[in-house]
């Protein structure tokens, strides 16, 4: 590993002496973002809005960079920030970085160089004095969060079965809840509870039922290797103590002949007890899934009016291509409308949730175009909801794949898919952001957007009006919450496949998103003395510094 350090005095002074001593509770994550963005979605419900006000559609042409960091070696940079009291922090592929949030500048580095796998990474947790984050060979990590000192790590899963680890942690009370990445191999997937002290195992939810489960019995042949996958974070509801969690596709993803039923538990939601990990209810969106249409998109927790009476509600836009709304409470199906217009493998949801499916969409030798394509309507791009607005914003894609499956026999831990997808060249696929009513359903404004598309980018909105995404042609974008009108835009010179966050230091509100290869920091135009031209502090830190940096 190499870590890298600055004096803990200096520290203090960049963000506070008493910012330095704080302990992050379990109560601060629950008050949801302010100043402070303590999640990956910001607050355990995933709405991902954030309480500022002082960014708005009147002033937020006025957004400028404040600052810049260029990560070392990063290339697609997928980690959404979480701030405390001045300190960003951010993930790379089996490393992570504290930053001064008002300037970038860098406060400590972690990498561990022990890691034998590399692959992306979402993002951190952060729990009392410790941050956490996840190694791509499925190590949870604990640093002190001040000095970025190594507290213990803690292997919760095996490479050598398929898998990897790309999520960002979730803590819950004294718990950090993780899963694994890899259900395109052939691998089984789960849920894990590790205790933040030490790491110990608290509880693990497999979601592959055993032989001889509840479940068990929809599956045909590959069980031990059907896949169910876990690679994006959860939500969470204190009142009711209870997880909700999506899983991925079924193994192998486009070969359906040897694993007959619906194969639970995948392209499901599992609601599952924070303190046992036992299973409270499930609701599978695509049974025997043959497109790889994971239901890995944010379950969005809201309590809304519904039909005219109050009901507290899980909001899923699935990949694909309906937009759910489910009794968050019991599990009851309550509502599925369509998310995209290309969409014809089913012809609707029937009153017990199942899709009523349109015949000769599955994956053919010779080819089969199906709709939506194998990226789905939407996919982990972060959904965000305004309450005061009443409008929950879901980055959507129009497109259609040919579907293909394959003859071969199928071979777990491989990277055998049994078959695969793409769009026809003539037939490529436009992104949108949509604005949705959730209590219908209905489509309230959408944004076009141009370009390739090839964006992963998704969505943070504010309690001022506005509404921040990436757009595929390498934008940040800002628009009003309430209309959809463009305000603002920024562009970065490069992809973007992360979703944007904001926060306040010393007052002053900002919109942070990484790029591909650096984190960007935007705040509104400061006036400066004698007519000078405001300044944006860049940072490169160096391939090399001492022993420390490689």
Not at 1 to 28: I, W
Not at 94 to 111: C, M, P, T, V, Y
Not at 474 to 494: I, K, Q, S
């Amino acid at each position: 590993m190499y870590r890298s350090v600055l004096p803990v005095a200096l520290v203090a002074a960049m963000c506070g002496a008493s910012a330095a001593h704080a302990q992050v509770t379990f109560e601060d994550i629950l008050k949801g973002p302010g100043a402070n963005w303590l999640t990956y979605a910001g607050d355990y419900q995933a709405r991902r809005n954030s309480s500022l006000t002082q960014i708005t559609p009147q002033n937020v042409a006025s957004l400028t960079p404040k600052w810049v960091y260029h990560m070392p070696k990063a290339d697609g940079l997928r980690t959404s920030p979480i701030v405390y009291d001045g300190v960003m922090y951010v993930t790379n592929s089996n490393e992570i970085r504290a930053l001064d949030a008002r300037s970038g500048r860098l406060i400590w580095a972690f990498k561990e160089e022990r890691a034998k796998k590399q692959a992306v990474n979402r993002g951190a947790a952060i729990l009392g004095d410790r941050v956490f984050f996840v190694t791509s060979d499925i190590y949870l990590v604990a640093l002190d969060r001040r000095t970025g000192a190594l507290l213990w790590e803690k292997k919760y899963g095996d490479i050598e079965e398929g898998m990897f680890a790309s999520a960002a942690p979730l803590a819950v009370k004294d718990r950090l809840i993780v899963g694994v990445a890899g259900g395109d191999t052939g691998m089984r997937g789960y849920i894990t509870a590790l205790a933040a002290a030490d790491g110990h195992e608290l509880w693990k939810t497999n979601t592959i039922p055993s032989k001889g489960e509840p479940g068990s019995e929809s599956w045909g042949n590959y069980r031990e290797y059907g896949g169910g996958a876990t690679w994006l974070s959860g939500t969470y509801d204190a009142e009711l103590n209870t997880l909700y969690w999506a899983t991925g596709n079924a193994w192998p993803d486009f070969y359906g002949g040897d694993r007959t039923g619906d194969n639970l538990y995948t392209c499901s939601l599992l609601a599952l007890d924070a303190d046992t990990g036992k299973m409270k209810w499930y609701f599978q969106f695509t049974p025997h899934d043959t497109h790889d249409w994971d239901a890995q998109a944010w379950p969005v927790l809201l309590d809304i009016s519904f039909h005219g009476k109050p009901r507290k509600v899980v909001v899923h836009a699935n990949r694909n291509g309906f937009l759910y709304v489910l009794d968050r409470v019991t599990g009851e199906y309550l509502q599925a409308t369509r998310l995209v217009e290309k969409l014809d493998w089913a012809s609707g949801i029937d009153a017990k949730g199942r899709p009523v499916l349109v015949p000769d969409k599955d994956p053919s030798p010779g080819g089969t175009r199906a709709c939506p394509g194998v990226r789905g309507a939407t996919n982990w791009m972060s959904p965000s909801y305004n309450a005061a607005i009443g409008l929950l914003y879901v980055v959507t894609l129009e497109e259609c794949d040919v579907y293909t499956s394959s003859a071969k026999e199928p071979e777990p831990k491989k990277n055998f898919a049994g078959g695969g997808a793409g769009p026809k060249p003539s037939e490529p696929g436009q992104f949108f952001l949509r604005a949705y009513e959730p209590a219908t359903g209905q489509k309230k404004w959408e944004y076009p957007m141009t370009g390739p598309g090839e964006s992963w980018s998704g969505t943070v909105s504010t309690a001022g009006g506005v509404v921040f995404f990436g757009d595929d042609d390498g934008n940040l974008v800002a628009v009003d919450g309430r209309t959809g009108n463009h305000l603002w835009h920024f562009y970065m010179g490069e992809g973007l496949t992360a979703s944007p966050i904001s926060y306040a230091v010393n007052g002053k509100q900002y919109v942070a998103i990484a790029s591909a290869t650096a984190i960007f920091s935007f705040g509104l135009f400061d006036p400066v003395p004698n007519g000078e031209a405001p300044k944006v502090t860049i940072t490169t830190e160096p391939q090399t510094r001492g022993s420390g940096f490689k």
